[in-house]
């Protein structure tokens, strides 16, 4: 929970279940299967039902069947998504996030500060990489095809700035802690072009907004 935005975390998450509401109130309609004005009520429900599958998922963790609660959950979020990605394109202010992506396959969307750590913002002067380690993963998860389980190493990450998947290639990491697919490119271009599929964050791997593990240097 380090360095979490709980205010902008509840704005993020209370609007993409409004709209996912919005949503299947709009498909309740358009299939006829509205069978009273209750279903009006779907833009309200919706973030309850959410709150509600959050918490149980967090209660079936204990039994290792958190999924359940999460897959739950993204009925009452994902389909949100293109709307809050609309709203953040028109009025980027209201969406408290610096990237939305219009489609996130995720219950909950964790909002960082991505400023609070001076040491990653520093510029790298040595040409080491100073994210050198291994990922472990803090829950189950999914990127590029492969999943992991609790506690399995994700990704390992050299002092070549290459990230590498079970002892092969499979990206690189840009001085900004963004893994990037492909061919290592300049690590100072943090804005250049090329698909962002994580992000090391205060020494948390970050998809989606949403944290999978945990950077263990060595």
Avoid at 43 to 51: I, K
Avoid at 75 to 98: A, H, N, R, T
Avoid at 111 to 131: H, I
């Amino acid at each position: 929970m380090k360095n979490l935005l709980f205010t902008q975390t509840i704005i993020v998450n209370f609007l993409r279940s409004f709209f996912a509401g919005v949503v299947w109130l709009i498909f309740t309609l358009a299939t006829g299967a509205a069978a009273d004005a209750t279903v009006l009520f779907f833009p309200l429900a919706a973030p309850v039902l959410l709150l509600f599958f959050y918490l149980l998922s967090q209660v079936l963790r204990i039994f290792k069947l958190g999924g359940i609660g999460s897959i739950l959950g993204m009925f009452f979020s994902v389909p949100g998504d293109p709307f809050v990605y609309i709203l953040k394109q028109i009025k980027p202010s209201v969406v408290p996030v610096e990237e939305f992506g219009i489609i996130n396959f995720s219950a909950v969307i964790y909002v960082y500060d991505a400023g609070v750590v001076v040491e990653e913002s520093q510029p790298n002067t040595t040409g080491k990489c100073p994210y050198k380690g291994k990922v472990v993963a803090t829950k189950e998860g999914s990127v590029m095809g492969f999943s992991w389980p609790y506690e399995a190493t994700i990704y390992t990450i050299g002092d070549d700035w290459i990230v590498k998947r079970e002892g092969r290639d499979m990206g690189w990491i840009d001085t900004s802690g963004q893994i990037r697919e492909g061919l290592k490119g300049d690590i100072e271009a943090t804005l250049s072009p090329g698909k962002i599929i994580s992000k090391i964050q205060h020494g948390q791997l970050i998809i989606n907004g949403e944290p999978y593990g945990k950077l263990v240097s060595f």
